[in-house]
Nanobody, 116 residues
Framework: QVQLVESGGGLVQAGGSLRLSCAAS????????MGWFRHAPGKERVFVAT????????YYADSVKGRFTISRDNAKNTVYLQMNSLTFEDTAVYYC?????????WGQGTQVTVSS
């Protein structure tokens, strides 16, 4: 069974950047499309971005398109989310998961806080 550990979150000023990482255990990681999701206070967890198993195809939520970039390194079993031009509305706990997500794979996430 794959396990996912997110890292790279923190406190950043509006307009700043962060790079999140998601390290996966298990040899089947490279077989799956992966995604980033976020859960803001008082809201439901929502989709942010997804990348195909090969890394060739990506898709983004409208709210982050042009600012965030998802990538993956299958040799390192890791998925990344480069976040630029951050705004207060990007404040959330960020999670990675397969896409579509599996309930059993939700990890602790990594907190991103953007100060305005």
């Amino acid at each position: 069974q794959v396990q996912l550990v997110e890292s790279g979150g923190g406190l950043v000023q509006a307009g700043g950047s962060l790079r999140l990482s998601c390290a996966a255990s298990g040899r089947t990681f490279r077989s799956y499309d992966m995604g980033w999701f976020r859960h803001a206070p008082g809201k439901e967890r929502v989709f942010v971005a997804t990348i195909s198993w090969s890394g060739i195809s990506t898709y983004y939520a409208d709210s982050v398109k042009g600012r965030f970039t998802i990538s993956r390194d299958n040799a390192k079993n890791t998925v990344y989310l480069q976040m630029n031009s951050l705004t207060f509305e990007d404040t959330a706990v960020y999670y990675c998961n397969r896409n579509p997500p599996l309930d059993v794979l939700w990890g602790q996430g990594t907190q991103v806080t953007v100060s305005s």
